[in-house]
């Protein structure tokens, strides 16, 4: 595709529930980031992948959040037992280079958690 | 740790009046700053990239600088369509080079 394609774009779930989002990154792109941003904040790293190097976690804010990417497509980040307070819009973001210095960024998935 | 600072958190211009937006910030080692624009329900997009201390960079009505200490975002005679979120970033050399630190962003509006 043209860019970075998120689904789903809007997600309500119940508390105590898990949720599984998707990023489809550019094709031919080796990094791919996840980024959290809730209501009138900036953007909060939460992992970064590399090619087939072992992600960088270091931004998960808990065990509950997980990802995975195989090779150099498709993401998922799994949130278990949601609360409140996961309640953001989660963009992914991929890059053509090593460097990294421009970032490609979805439109996002709007998570609200009841 | 990595910090940046945006401000002013709002920005409200009549069309053609030119201001600046400031980002702070500090940083165990640039690697670059970078400022993105950001539409409601939409991913940032990519504006400048800045390296070091003096380099200024241009694109339409905006343009870029940047000192040890902070980069500003001038934005010359702006028009409706500047509307949008401003945010500043900056990525660290070394083992943290592998993220950006995002400010808090500034919300511009541009009246006609």
């Known amino acids: 595709g043209a860019g970075v394609s998120q689904s789903p774009s809007n997600k309500v779930t119940e508390k105590g529930k898990d949720v599984e989002l998707r990023c489809d990154p550019i094709?031919?792109?080796?990094?791919l980031y996840w980024y959290r941003q809730r209501l009138g904040q900036g953007l909060e790293f939460l992992i970064y992948f590399q090619g087939n190097s072992a992600p960088d976690k270091s931004g998960l804010p808990s065990d509950r959040f997980s990802a995975e990417r195989t090779g150099e497509s498709v993401s998922t980040l799994t949130i278990q037992r949601t609360q409140q307070e996961d309640s953001a819009v989660y963009l992914c973001?991929?890059?053509?280079?090593?460097?990294?210095?421009?970032?490609?960024f979805g439109s996002g998935t709007q998570l609200s958690v009841l | 740790e990595d910090q940046v600072t945006q401000s002013p958190e709002a920005l409200r211009l009549q069309e053609g009046e030119s201001s600046s937006l400031n980002c702070s910030y500090t940083v165990s080692g640039l690697r670059g700053l970078f400022w993105y624009r950001q539409d409601p329900g939409k991913g940032p997009e990519f504006l400048f990239t800045l390296y070091s201390a003096g380099e200024e960079k241009e694109k339409e009505r905006l343009k870029a600088t940047l000192t040890k200490k902070e980069s500003f975002l001038h934005i010359t005679a702006p028009k409706p369509e500047d509307s949008a979120t401003y945010l500043c970033?900056?990525?660290?050399?070394?083992?943290?080079?592998?993220?950006?630190?995002f400010g808090g962003g500034t919300r511009v509006l541009v009246k006609p």
């Open positions: 094709s031919g792109h080796t990094a």
């Open positions: 970033a900056v990525q660290a050399r070394g083992a943290a080079g592998n993220k950006l630190t």
């Open positions: 973001a991929s890059s053509p280079t090593v460097k990294n210095e421009k970032l490609f």
